[in-house]
């Protein structure tokens, strides 16, 4: 397995380059996982099912499962955010795990940079970006490689070749 991040501001277009990279990288033959930072309160469940009762009550995880798909929620009740590295360790093994977001962690990482934007590059700061993907003409990083944000073919090819280990993946961020 191995890990690359998807890093940088809100409304950079980070989820739309994953929903392209997928299916790109799936007709390819890699499996692929998507580990994807919230920075609100989120919920995958509906009130007045059961499973959303089943947590209400109490349950501190709720596995849903049917023949097609099975979802386990796992409820903090005030416990600490789990960080990146325990998020990675109950990864199922696939070829690759896509990380939207986590952008403060050392984790290898594409910048994903929109110019309209207006927002500042966030590689200057953190030393785990290693390319970027923009639609920027101005401020490109010269000592990392870069795609256009539109060029799926390119973007993949820099996620293949810079994606690391789950292994090295883990002692980087143990070690910041």
Do not use: C
């Not at 953190?126 to 993907?133: F, K, N, R, S, T």
Request: glycine share 8%.
């Amino acid at each position: 397995m191995r890990v690359i991040g998807l890093a940088g501001w809100s409304g950079a277009g980070k989820t739309t380059l994953i929903v392209k990279l997928i299916p790109f990288l799936r007709e390819r033959g890699f499996t692929l996982s998507t580990l994807k930072h919230a920075h609100h309160a989120f919920d995958v469940d509906q009130p007045g099912k059961d499973s959303y009762l089943h947590r209400e009550a109490g349950a501190q995880e709720v596995l849903v499962a049917s023949a097609r798909r099975f979802a386990l929620m796992h409820e903090l009740r005030g416990a600490e955010e789990p960080s990146l590295a325990d998020l990675l360790r109950r990864m199922s093994p696939a070829d690759l795990i896509l990380v939207e977001g986590f952008k403060r962690d050392a984790h290898a990482k594409i910048e994903v940079h929109r110019a309209a934007n207006g927002k500042p590059w966030l590689y200057p700061d953190d030393p785990g970006i290693v390319a970027a993907a923009t639609d920027a003409t101005e401020g490109l990083p010269a000592h990392l490689p870069h795609a256009q944000l539109d060029d799926i073919e390119a973007i993949a090819g820099l996620m293949l070749a810079l994606a690391r280990p789950i292994e090295e993946t883990l002692s980087r961020i143990a070690k910041a």
